[in-house]
T-cell receptor, first 109, second 116 residues
Framework: LAKTTQPISMDSYEGQEVNITCSHN???????ITWYQQFPSQGPRFIIQGYKTKVTNEVASLFIPADRKSSTLSLPRVSLSDTAVYYCLVGRNTDKLIFGTGTRLQVFP | DTEVTQTPKHLVMGMTNKKSLKCEQHMGHRAMYWYKQKAKKPPELMFVYSYEKLSINESVPSRFSPECPNSSLLNLHLHALQPEDSALYLC???????????????FGPGTRLTVL
């Protein structure tokens, strides 16, 4: 299973774009990259998943370079409600999901 | 309906008690999971059920006993727990499709367990 490394914490202000990078040097050919968001005392919530290049949905964008050894979650124009822990996970369907330490994002007014 | 429900929301139990946590989903998902999460730590996988059969047990102590009565229900039976077992217990489910992508897991709100 590919291990992931993320910054422990990040601070931002409302209205700014936030980019959270995840390193996964040992990613396997069939692995997908998935990001989850978790608010205090709630279960994690799926944000976005990708395999290569760029994926965008109504919440975020995911950028994956050609070597796939890292990925960047981009949150456009964050608000206070985006304050949460963001987890990057790497794996494929037959794998169990291993959550890394996650990135604690604090958004200030 | 994309909801996973868990009961109870909170549970306080003594070390000699027997209690059960319950999880339910009606999304037709065939994989269900139990995770344990300590404060300010990531969720840790405990058990995985696939098509109502236990497929992964992450070396969890026998005082935790999972049960999957049917495809919509998942229980976690607790007996003789220790104070260090106090945590948020999360249930999740996913479709369990074949293929290369990773199925999205849908998580419940969790049960906050305190062992005295």
């Amino acid at each position: 299973l590919a291990k992931t490394t993320q910054p422990i914490s990040m601070d931002s202000y409302e209205g700014q774009e936030v980019n959270i990078t995840c390193s996964h040097n040992n990613i396997a050919t069939n692995d997908y990259i998935t990001w989850y968001q978790q608010f205090p005392s709630q279960g994690p919530r799926f944000i976005i998943q990708g395999y290569k290049t760029k994926v965008t949905n109504e919440v975020a964008s995911l950028f994956i370079p050609a070597d796939r050894k890292s990925s960047t979650l981009s949150l456009p124009r964050v608000s206070l409600s985006d304050t949460a822990v963001y987890y990057c996970l790497v794996g494929r369907n037959t794998d169990k999901l291993i959550f890394g330490t996650g990135t604690r994002l604090q958004v200030f007014p | 309906d994309t909801e996973v429900t868990q009961t109870p929301k909170h549970l306080v139990m003594g070390m000699t008690n027997k209690k059960s946590l319950k999880c339910e989903q009606h999304m037709g998902h065939r994989a269900m999971y139990w995770y344990k999460q300590k404060a300010k730590k990531p969720p840790e996988l405990m058990f995985v059920y696939s098509y109502e059969k236990l497929s992964i047990n992450e070396s969890v102590p026998s005082r935790f006993s999972p049960e999957c009565p049917n495809s919509s229900l998942l229980n976690l039976h607790l007996h003789a727990l220790q104070p260090e077992d106090s945590a948020l217990y999360l249930c999740a489910s996913s479709q369990e499709t074949s293929g290369a992508s990773t199925d999205t897991q849908y998580f419940g709100p969790g049960t906050r367990l305190t062992v005295l």
